[in-house]
């Protein structure tokens, strides 16, 4: 079966194309953890999609659903995930092999450039995604 690329996506740059990427990762991400308290407290007043691995230091990690969880305002934007408590959370809920798996990823992606090919499957996969949690949701 061949992919068909959406007539909107075919013409867009990779600059384009991330942050439509990053807003369908974004929305997966919160209805994927949308019963969950904030990765970094544990309060559940959540809002935001936070990275354990921040994008900007790590390209490679901004697309990898382990490494981002649901989270409030203050720890993602104030404390700036609260990674030592995040950690913690972050083992209790994937495991401690997951969070090494995250690790060791996060060594070798570090400078990892997208494609257009990669970010349209991203949206599409996300698109999909949310689809499914929406209806398991419901
Ligand atoms: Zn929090």
């Keep these: 079966m061949e992919l068909e690329i959406p007539k909107r996506y075919k013409n867009k740059s990779v600059a384009q194309l991330l942050p439509i990427a990053q807003d369908w990762f974004n929305k ?19 809002s935001d999609a936070s990275h354990f691995y921040s994008r900007g230091n790590y390209p490679g990690m901004r ?6 969880h649901l989270s409030c305002a203050k720890c993602n934007r104030f404390l700036h995930g609260n990674l030592l408590e ?35 499957v991203i949206i599409l996969e996300c698109q999909s995604k949310c689809k499914i949690y929406e209806l398991s949701n419901n």
């Design 28 to 46: 997966m991400i919160r209805l994927r953890d949308k019963n969950k308290p904030c990765i970094s407290c544990g309060s559940w007043n959540t």
């Design 63 to 68: 697309f990898v659903e382990d490494n981002v």
């Design 86 to 120: 995040y950690r913690r959370l972050l083992i209790r809920k994937i495991g401690i092999e997951r969070v090494e798996k995250l690790e060791w990823m996060s060594i070798s992606n570090r400078s990892k450039k997208w494609t257009r090919w990669e970010l349209i």
